[in-house]
Every structure is written in C-alpha cells, then in structure tokens.
C-alpha cells in the first residue's frame, strides 16, 4: 500500500535543469525498485528511468542518457530525476511509480499524479 506525490515540474529554457522528487508514503519503500516515466501531449506513455531497490542500480532510456540521474533515500522515502541539458522534447508529464527494476509500466504497482516539465526553445 504505497502512495505517491511528485513535485517539482515547472517552466524552464533549454538548455536548464529542473529536480523532480517522488515522495512515499509508508514504512515499504525500499521493498520497491522506483521507475519514472513521462508523456507528451498526443503520445502514449514512455519509459524514462528506473532505480533499483537499494540505490545501486540505475537504467534509462537512450533518450535521455547522460543528462537525467535517478537517485533514491529509503530513509526519507523520496525518489528523485535530476534533469539537465533539457530539450523541448522533453515536455512532458512525468510520473514516478514503485514496482520492479523494468522498463515496462506493466510490472509498475503504485502511481503518482504526475507532474508538469514544458521545456521552452
């Protein structure tokens, strides 16, 4: 039984950073590998990264290599993507989620509301 919170998003130039965090509710957060996707107006939802149950382990999508950084505090139960050298084509929703260390939404249990990233040119 797991909820969870974004915050974070907003409106930003590319080129600039912005640091969503994920918080849960709770006392089995660490039972949890954290995934976080996004969606764009008219475009079905994406994979973006995920983050293994301790922290040690981390994947993303090739989109966005290099430039987001997943990274987890199971004493404070927050999940956060770091997000740098943003492009336009990063406007998105952005959704955490708990469930396994995968790439497919489907192994995903627990959702957050989502929040809003709109990258200007």
């Known amino acids: 039984q797991v909820q969870l919170v974004e915050s974070g998003g907003g409106l930003v130039q590319a080129g600039g950073s912005l640091r969503l965090s994920c918080a849960a509710s709770g006392r089995t957060f660490s039972r949890y590998a954290m995934g976080w996707f996004r969606q764009a107006p008219g475009k079905e939802r994406e994979f973006v990264g995920t983050i293994s149950r301790s922290g040690d382990s981390t994947y993303y999508a090739d989109s966005v290599k290099l430039r987001f950084t997943i990274s987890r505090d199971n004493t404070k139960n927050t999940a956060d993507l770091q997000m740098n050298s943003l492009k336009p084509e990063d406007t998105a929703v952005y959704y955490c989620?708990?469930?396994?260390?995968?790439?497919?939404?489907?192994?995903?249990?627990?959702w957050g509301q989502g929040t809003q990233v709109t990258v200007s040119s």
């Open positions: 989620a708990s469930g396994s260390y995968s790439t497919d939404e489907t192994t995903y249990d627990y």
